[in-house]
């Protein structure tokens, strides 16, 4: 290319883009480089999800932190046996310490829940076993410990009402469903709360644990009794954020932000001599 055709595209360049402006590393634009809107827009989209899971570690800490430092050992127990026992709500706040728990009042290693929701539309009846974990174990404990004339056939979460008295009757969904909203706006949680985010928080930590492992995705997809992976990833979330990642690490046409930048590595280092993107199997072929 000559040198005249180089100058010429250059000088395009400037003309159309300020070069400082886009050095700027920030996506708000400076006041006066665009006018605001003049009309009203509509346009339809789709309701969002009316529930997240909680993927923040510190998040979670805080909720039961809060919870334990407010004598709330009830709900502290509700919200971690509800997210590593990862069950729907309708099961989850009929538990009894019973399943939990055996008569020598030693912890059960695991136990059965026959969930309620799919009893009736699956055509083999077939229960699920929920293991108990230490985290599980420390919450009961410390509820019991802190709660007086608690039977084995007690409901764990019972309801605290005047409707509900001394009776043993567990918490409704809907009170849970308020219970955890509150915290979540007590606490100033950027989280879309509601019952289901128990459950997918329990999932979406089982596949930040596995590392994105796709057995765990299939056992995960088997659990909850989904059709498909891709609906197993759209409940807990992933898609979503690998979604947004993808947009915002592709960066074509950008000198300095594009993918293949900022991995810092050369760019010989990625694609190789014959122009074939290289992979992690290419030093064996080699050898």
């Known amino acids: 290319m000559s040198d005249a055709r180089i100058v010429s595209i250059e000088s395009a360049r400037n003309r159309a883009i300020n070069v400082s402006k886009l050095k700027k590393n920030s996506l708000k634009l400076e006041s006066g480089l665009i006018a605001p809107a003049t009309e009203h827009e509509d346009r339809e989209l789709a309701p969002e999800h ?38 729907r709500v309708s099961d989850l706040r009929v538990l009894r310490f019973s399943d939990l728990i055996n008569d020598n009042l030693t912890f059960k290693d695991s136990f059965a829940v026959f969930e309620q929701k799919t009893r009736n539309t699956r055509k083999r009846k077939k229960n ?78 089982q596949m930040v644990m596995s590392h994105n492992d796709g057995r765990k995705l299939l056992l995960l997809q088997k659990m909850l009794g989904h059709s498909s992976p891709a609906q197993t990833l759209d409940y807990i979330g992933v898609t979503s954020e690998e979604i947004e990642e993808a947009y915002k690490k592709l960066n074509l046409g950008s000198p300095t932000k594009n993918y293949l930048h900022s991995r810092k590595k050369p760019l010989a280092s990625v694609v190789g001599i014959n122009g074939r993107l290289r992979t992690g199997d290419d030093e064996n072929d080699r050898s």
């Open 50 to 87: 009316a529930a997240e899971p909680i993927k923040s570690m510190d998040d979670i800490s805080a909720i039961s932190d809060f919870l334990i430092s407010n004598g709330r050992y009830r709900d502290n127990m509700l919200f971690i046996a509800g997210i590593n026992f990862g069950l």
């Open 128 to 205: 699920r076993y929920i293991a108990t974990n230490a985290a599980v174990v420390e919450a009961v404990t410390l509820y019991l410990e802190h709660t007086e004339n608690v039977s084995l056939s007690d409901y764990m979460f019972r309801s605290l009402s005047n409707r509900g008295g001394s009776a043993n009757e567990p918490l409704s969904a809907k009170s849970i469903d308020r219970i955890l909203k509150r915290i979540a706006a007590d606490l100033g949680l950027n989280v879309k709360v509601s019952t289901h985010t128990l459950r997918k928080t329990f999932c979406y930590h």
